[in-house]
């Protein structure tokens, strides 16, 4: 079955660490997005992605990175410029046009 | 830019009984309209989506929304909740043009009692 797989589910990782969220989609989508949450404040546009080799910002870049090789994957790396990176990702994608998104099951981040 | 409130951040109901989730946006174009729903510790689905035509939507799980161009809302309905209907839901909008961007509100957690 087509889908987004995003790994891990779990991820600790210790201050001043950078580290990288993997997603993948099957869905032969063109464009994928992450989004941050944090309780009471819905989602929050991290990056997202129209087509391959290309990005944009969104609401709250500062302090993470992404690349979009291929049109399957779009990785986001939290880099130790986060100043509060716990928090649960979510990665989605999108065909062209207003079909809504389709979303991963997302990854929790802690710092400890 | 786009913006979405959602005017309750909990709304707790009893099993069998009708629930009303506000949802409220502003833009300065027109805009289609979504609304998710997320199980703990899950990914968003998609409950339904309004493009353009009748104004009276059904999604999946028995919800329906109602578009008012007038009054800027998109509030979601049911009118007999189940213990399952547990869950937080998001209401999002995007642009109708340009780049697909969903903005979403804070969310509303609705509980189900029995």
């Known amino acids: 079955d087509g889908g987004i797989t995003q790994s891990p589910k779990y991820l600790f990782r210790k201050e001043g660490q950078n580290v990288t969220l993997s997603c993948e989609q099957n869905l032969n989508h063109d464009a994928m997005y992450w989004y941050r949450q944090d309780p009471g404040q819905g989602l929050r546009l991290i990056y997202y992605?129209?087509?391959?080799?290309?990005?944009q910002k969104g609401d709250i870049a500062e302090g993470y990175s992404v690349s979009r090789e291929k049109k399957e994957s779009f990785p986001l790396t939290v880099t130790s410029a986060q100043k509060n990176p716990t928090a649960f990702y979510l990665c989605?994608?999108?065909?062209?046009?207003?079909?809504?998104?389709?979303f991963g099951s997302g990854t929790r981040l802690t710092v400890v | 830019a786009q913006s979405v409130t959602q005017l309750d951040s909990q709304v707790p109901v009893f099993e069998e009984a009708p629930v009303e989730l506000r949802c409220n946006y502003s833009?300065?174009?027109?805009?289609?309209l979504f609304w998710y729903v997320q199980y703990p510790n899950q990914g968003l689905q998609l409950l339904l989506k309004?493009?353009?035509?009748?104004?009276l939507v059904k999604g999946i799980n028995g919800f329906e929304a109602e578009f008012n161009k007038s009054q800027t809302s998109f509030h979601l309905r049911k009118p007999s909740v189940h213990i399952s209907d547990t869950a937080e839901y998001f209401c999002a909008v995007t642009p109708s043009w340009g780049a697909q961007k969903l903005v979403f509100g804070q969310g509303t957690r609705l509980t189900i009692n029995p």
């Open positions: 992605s129209q087509i391959v080799n290309d990005f």
């Open positions: 833009s300065s174009v027109s805009v289609y």
């Open positions: 989605a994608s999108s065909k062209r046009g207003r079909t809504g998104y389709t």
């Open positions: 309004y493009l353009s035509g009748s104004t």
